[in-house]
């Protein structure tokens, strides 16, 4: 079934066809194959074919608000991609759960590792914007487990080989901006403006410092929400990358333990997400953050993860305008929670 050539000693060549399973079974082909070029294989082929909700060339500005950039891309798909937070039952949820139908065209991997698969975000906000999702349905509302870590930590180091970089993000809790209650986290790549990558206002700041077993959670002072950020050592091990994310949602839990009256004092309840955590999750190449959330939107204007990276989006000029009225540094600081070190800006 597999459809991977290796040239000997060489990079993995991919003579796929859309029509044939596509199966990644270790942890090696995972690490060698052209993993890009079958995304963007895959994602050209879906768009010439109609099954993507996407154009190309949206209306995108980029802003400058005390001295940090933002995106502003308004997207028409935002309009109609479908929400599933509430079923649970189990046939409902079969019904309207997207990522448990079958779409050859959107499939990148139909199974990896034997736990997930990596499907084509229907309604991308960019160019080979996909997703990674577990085979069998687990809630979003549940930690990231040391597998989902390493693999998706895998892909991004695939990934970043070949292309312009990715990073990856997971919306987790209520408050946190999700549309579907299958767990998946996303990845997508940084905007190139003219002959630059876009930097995240986050970026200089983590690279200033290095990773070391005894290093807290860091948060940078001048931008106004709370978020809790560690740099990712080069050739990180599968151990490393856990303990890193234990130690930022340890310092979550603390944080929003200290801001409103939790019911259970544990992060995990019954095997989920403490039901009133909330928080943003994002992973590049060399730093993972967690943004606690205090709700979803504020003045119609909804977040997920990306717009704490500085990507702002909406399906239309009106929400444009909302942001730019409010300012991006003031609408962070309420879906998120206000940097309590934040120095004024
Ligand atoms: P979130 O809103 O963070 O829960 O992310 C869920 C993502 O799933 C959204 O970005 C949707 O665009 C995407 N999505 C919805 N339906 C489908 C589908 N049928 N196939 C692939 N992706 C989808």
């Not at 704490?308 to 444009?320: C, P, R």
Request: contains cysteine; hydrophobic residues 40%.
């Amino acid at each position: 079934m597999q459809n991977i050539n290796f040239f000997p000693g060489g990079v993995a060549v991919l003579l796929f066809d859309t029509s044939t399973m596509f199966v990644i079974e270790t942890v090696e082909v995972l690490r060698e194959l052209n993993l890009y070029r079958r995304i963007e294989e895959v994602f050209k082929n879906a768009f010439n074919k109609g099954e993507l909700v996407f154009q190309h060339g949206e209306e995108t500005e980029y802003y400058q608000e005390n001295g940090l950039e933002y995106q502003f891309k308004i997207i028409n798909a935002l309009g109609s991609r479908p929400i599933n937070r509430k079923n649970e039952d189990k046939d409902t949820n079969k019904k309207l759960n997207p990522f448990l139908k079958n779409e050859p065209d959107l499939t990148v991997c139909d199974s990896l590792l034997g736990q997930y698969k990596l499907l084509l975000n229907k309604f991308p906000n960019c160019e080979n914007h996909f997703l990674m999702v577990t085979k069998e349905f687990v809630k979003q509302d549940t930690l990231l487990s040391e597998l989902d870590l390493d693999t998706v930590h895998l892909i991004l180091t695939n990934l970043n080989r070949e292309s312009t970089p990715f990073f990856l993000f997971f919306n987790s809790g209520h408050d946190s901006g999700y549309s579907q209650i299958h767990k998946h986290i996303q990845f997508i790549t940084l905007p190139v403006i003219g002959s630059r990558v876009y930097k995240p206002f986050i970026d200089d700041f983590v690279s200033k410092y290095t990773y070391n077993a005894d290093l807290d959670p860091l948060t940078r002072p001048d931008i106004s929400f709370h978020h809790f950020v560690l740099p990712i050592p080069e050739n990180v091990d599968r151990v490393t990358i856990s303990q890193i994310y234990i130690k930022l949602m340890n310092q979550l839990f603390n944080f929003i333990g200290s801001k409103i009256q939790l019911k259970n004092d544990s992060l995990v309840v019954n095997g989920e997400l403490n039901p009133q955590i909330s928080y943003n999750f994002i992973l590049t190449s060399t730093y993972m953050m967690v943004i606690p959330r205090s709700r979803p939107n504020f003045n119609e204007c909804w977040a997920n993860s990306l717009q704490f990276m500085g990507l702002f989006s909406g399906k239309n000029l009106h929400i444009k305008q909302k942001i730019l009225e409010m300012g991006f540094q003031n609408y962070l600081s309420k879906v998120g929670f206000p940097n309590e070190s934040s120095i004024k800006l």
